[in-house]
């Protein structure tokens, strides 16, 4: 499907309560949405054909509306379903899914009480991969753009309007030769990337910002869970610029990305991968369909 238009694929997308032709799925050029961003969503992935931490994600998508005040008129069960439907009428196994809630087209007034919220959920395939390339780990630029106060905007909703800034720093990391930027918060301290969160190790020990104006990402605490397991110390604390170069690795992580080493930040390199390699294989092991205990 490589090339393909992403507007012009074939398949079904769950639109409102219904299955629809994916060519199909419009919306109005006056939908509150594209002009305010009043828009969450989420992003998952299936493995084997089960969604890993679905509930987690729905429950997410919920709360991200909330918190811009709005609300999802569909349980998280029932986007739950809505998912896995999804996921079925495509014929997916290992897929991405991308549910996305948003404000109509009824009015355009910023105040949008009246104005009717749409969910849709699409589902394509995008298969994880792990391999020597993965190892090598990607560069990053430091960001001039920074995640804003807690005061400033509603950190802890996966909400559309939060990528603006995300955008600005990708495009501009590619433009210096870099595959993705490093967010520093309002105070300068590190955050995460573009739409990852970072970690890094030193002696044998892993650490890694405090989500105090950032995204806590679902697999962020998996991997907090998973190397407290394999007897890591983790610990969650301030951590400034000017310590990068202090450190022996460093790995990203989120639900699409996954965990993802990085070689690079603005000229301080990371080349262990021992735990980052361990941490990966942890990863990919957990997200696997869990067997009934009885087979
Ligand atoms: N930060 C940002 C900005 C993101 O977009 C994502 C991806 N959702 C993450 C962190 C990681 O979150 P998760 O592990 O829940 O996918």
Redesign the pocket.
Known sequence: MAGVPLDQRDGWIWFDGEMIPWKDTKVHVLTHALHYASSVFE??RAYGGEIYKLRE?SE?LRRSAELLDFEIPYSAEEIDQACRDTLAKNNLVDAYMRPVAFRGSAELGLGAHNNPVHLAIAAWEWPSFLGADKLKGTRLALSEWRRPAPTSAPFAS?AAG??MI?TLSKHAAEERGFADAMMLDYRGQIA??????VFFIKDGEIHTPTPDC??D????RTVIGLARDMGYKVTERVIMPDELGDFDECFL????AEVVPVAEIEGNIFEGREICKKMMEAYSAEVQPKKEAAE
Request: aromatic share 8%; hydrophobic share 30%; with cysteine.
């Open positions: 992003g998952q994600h997410r996966k939060l990528y995300c995460e990337a573009t739409g990852a969160n950032f995204l990402g679902i697999t962020r992580t989120g639900s699409a």
